[in-house]
C-alpha cells in the first residue's frame, strides 16, 4: 500500500512537470542573418568599413615607413659613429611606439574603432533587439537565443524564470 502511494506520488510529480514542459517555448535567431537581411545595417556595416580601411591603410603606411627606415640602418650601421648609430637606434624605437600606440589607439579593446563600431551599430542592436522581443511576446515563446557560430547567447527570458534574486537571498543569508 506505502508503495503503491508513493509511486503513485511519483507519477502525478512527473505529469505535472511533463505537462508544464509542454508549456515551455524555447526559439532561436541567427542575428548575423538578420544583420545581413537589414538593409540600413548593411549600409552602416559599409560605412565602418570605410572608416576600418582608412585607419588600416594609415597603419599600414606607417609600419611601411618603419621597415624602409629600419632596412636603411642596417644597411648603414656599420658605416655609422656609434653616437649616430646610438641616436638613429633611439629614433628607430620611437618610430617603433608610435606605430604600437597608434594601433593601440586606434584597433584596441577601448580604441576609436571600437567606439565607432558601438557608435554605428547600437541602434541596430536595439531595434533588433527590440524586434525580437516583439516577436517573442507574439509567439509566447519563453526563452529566446542568438545561435552565433561557437557560441549561444540569451535574447530574451520571460522575467518568470529569473532566479537573481532567490540565489542572491540564499547567498546573503549563507545557506549554499
Sequence with gaps: MKRSLIALCVMAVAF??????QDLKIGYVNSQKIFEGLPE??????????RLGQWQDSLDAMIKSFQEEYQAFEAQQGLMADEAKQARQQELLAMQNEVQQYRQRIFGNSGEAAQLRDKILAPLQEKVLVAIKEVAKAEKVNFMFDKIEDATIMLYADEKFDYTFKVLDVLKRGNN
Design 41 to 50: 545595417a548593411q549600409e552602416a556595416q559599409k560605412r565602418l568599413d570605410a
Design 16 to 21: 505535472s512537470a511533463s505537462a508544464y514542459a
